[in-house]
């Protein structure tokens, strides 16, 4: 009798704790996504969403990621199941994953939309703003139980942000081309979170009304608008050849001035605590271009 009572206080007090636990976040795609305990294996599908669930303090959780996620260190050791545009859902299914942090426009539908079925918990990350960056850290958190670390990462980064509002908000503007890749030639419009940083450190976006987020170019374009500042990712944390092609147009007034510059594209392209470094660099380099004014 003491041992079936004592089964019977368990389970109700389990299922009391878990009720009161139960948790339900909004995501990216604006879906409700619900957990009625922390989840415990993540499975990250974007370099990014790696970085926001260590950033969360979910770090230890994540047992799965894509290629090219190299930060922080300790996400190199983690296993891989493919890369962002190409996943390998049978490893991935192996791995038996109670939260999916997925890439809503990097990620493969199909397969995304497979693991829906297969009634997979499913975080869509892509966050278009600084304060949305913070959010989903701060969702990622609460779905983990992680929920102190994570509203310090999201808290420092936003403070981060905001001083930086303040010692850029009045520098003269300069107008700006930031390229998001090379062939095709890309760029972004200014609905997307890098045109903030821009915007951030006193920069025009000269391509911020283009209709699409990510407009594709011709080179044609860029020397209409003959930017004074011209920002470049590279293939690589090292790589400015993207920047060389530039050269050949003397008459291009950020060639003339020498402004050509190179941020380390993990640092603004990833949507992640790490766009504070990025952009201090990049209000770096708008100042110097404030210099060069004759």
């Not at 050849?241 to 008459?251: C, G």
Request: proline letters at 6%; one cysteine or more.
């Amino acid at each position: 009798m003491f041992k079936a009572t004592s089964a019977f206080i368990f389970t109700v007090l389990f299922f009391y704790v878990s009720s009161v636990w139960g948790s339900c976040v909004i995501d990216d795609r604006e879906r409700e996504v619900c957990s009625n305990a922390p989840v415990t294996r993540i499975a990250a599908l974007s370099p990014g969403a790696t970085e926001l669930a260590f950033a969360a303090g979910a770090g230890s959780k994540v047992v799965a990621v894509v290629s090219f996620s190299d930060y922080p260190p300790a996400a190199q050791e983690i296993e891989s199941v493919g890369s962002p545009s190409r996943l390998d859902l049978e490893r991935l299914l192996a791995l038996k994953p109670d939260l999916i942090l997925a890439w809503g426009t990097g990620n493969p539908s199909e397969q995304i939309s497979t693991l829906l079925r297969l009634g997979m918990r499913v975080f869509y990350v892509e966050p278009h703003s600084f304060s949305s960056i913070a959010q989903d850290i701060r969702d990622i958190a609460q779905l983990a139980g992680t929920e102190a670390s994570g509203d310090v990462a999201a808290s420092a980064f936003l403070k981060g942000i905001s001083d930086l509002k303040t010692q850029y908000s009045q520098k003269p503007k300069i107008r700006t081309f930031y390229q998001v890749w090379d062939e095709p030639l890309m760029t972004m419009n200014g609905q997307h979170y890098i045109n903030q940083v821009v915007e951030l450190c006193g920069g025009i976006n000269v391509f911020s009304k283009s209709p699409r987020l990510i407009p594709r170019l011709n080179k044609e374009a860029v020397l209409i608008e003959n930017p004074e500042v011209i920002v470049a990712g590279g293939m690589g944390e090292r790589n400015a050849h993207w920047l060389e092609w530039w050269r050949a147009f003397p008459e291009l007034m950020a060639t003339k001035q020498d402004n050509l510059f190179f941020v380390p594209p993990s640092l603004l392209q990833r949507p992640t605590p790490r766009l504070l470094e990025g952009a201090k660099i990049l209000c770096e380099k708008l100042d110097l271009a404030r210099s060069r004014r004759g």
